[in-house]
């Protein structure tokens, strides 16, 4: 898969969208992907971090299973539950 088809991918947890992919971060050493930097959507960011307003945050990508299991054709589907999914996401760099 190109990086460049992660791009504005939506994402979902538990089949509710919380946001769209807007960048991704690659281990500079490694070349591995780490992190995907995602738009949240108002709702998620209050309902999973207390925030008032749509912000972006940087998503592990731990949060996702197997590349079969979380690319869809909906979209990004992670493995956790939107109850552990504040563990998983941190400011952008």
């Avoid at 969208?17 to 780490?34: C, L, N």
């Avoid at 207390?50 to 197997?66: D, H, P």
């Avoid at 992670?78 to 999914?85: F, G, P, R």
């Amino acid at each position: 898969m190109k990086i460049s088809e992660i791009f504005d991918q939506e994402v979902y947890v538990e089949n509710e969208k919380i946001g769209q992919v807007k960048d991704v971060y690659v281990d500079a050493e490694t070349w591995e992907v780490t992190h995907f930097e995602v738009q949240l959507t108002k709702e998620a960011a209050r309902e999973i971090l207390g925030a008032k307003v749509s912000i972006r945050n940087s998503l592990s990508i731990s949060a996702l299973g197997k590349e079969s299991e979380w690319h869809t054709d909906k979209g990004i589907k992670l493995e956790v539950s939107k109850a552990q999914l504040h563990i998983y996401l941190r400011p952008p760099e």
